[in-house]
């Protein structure tokens, strides 16, 4: 079973760059589609990106494409969210997620981060 521990969010303004990693243990990493989602105050969960288990295939969501790159690097069992031009509308706490398949996009995903806030001011 593998465990998830996002860092990299922060407050930033807007026009600004972050990167978001997630790190993965317990697990064999590589055998894992990965995705990010967010969620802001008030609002339902919502699939940010996802990429497969050896990156051959990604996915954004309208909102995001275009200003952000997911990545992975297997070899350090990490994941990552490259956020460019953020946006006071990119508010929300992040997480990142793992299903134990070829590539998961929207999901379902069997494993979850506890989050990490990123707030964009603007």
């Known amino acids: 079973q593998v465990q998830l521990v996002e860092s990299g969010g922060g407050l930033v303004q807007a026009g600004d760059s972050l990167r978001l990693s997630c790190a993965a243990s317990?697990?064999?990493?590589?055998?894992?589609?990965m995705g990010w989602f967010r969620q802001a105050p008030g609002k339902e969960r919502e699939f940010v990106a996802a990429i497969s288990r050896g990156s051959g295939s990604t996915s954004y969501a309208d909102a995001v494409k275009g200003r952000f790159t997911i990545s992975r690097d297997n070899a350090k069992n990490t994941l990552y969210l490259q956020m460019n031009s953020l946006k006071p509308e990119d508010t929300a706490v992040y997480y990142c997620a793992a299903a134990l398949s070829l590539y998961a996009g929207k999901g379902p995903y069997n494993y979850w981060g506890q989050g990490t806030q990123v707030t964009v001011s603007s």
């Open positions: 317990g697990g064999t990493f590589s055998r894992y589609a």
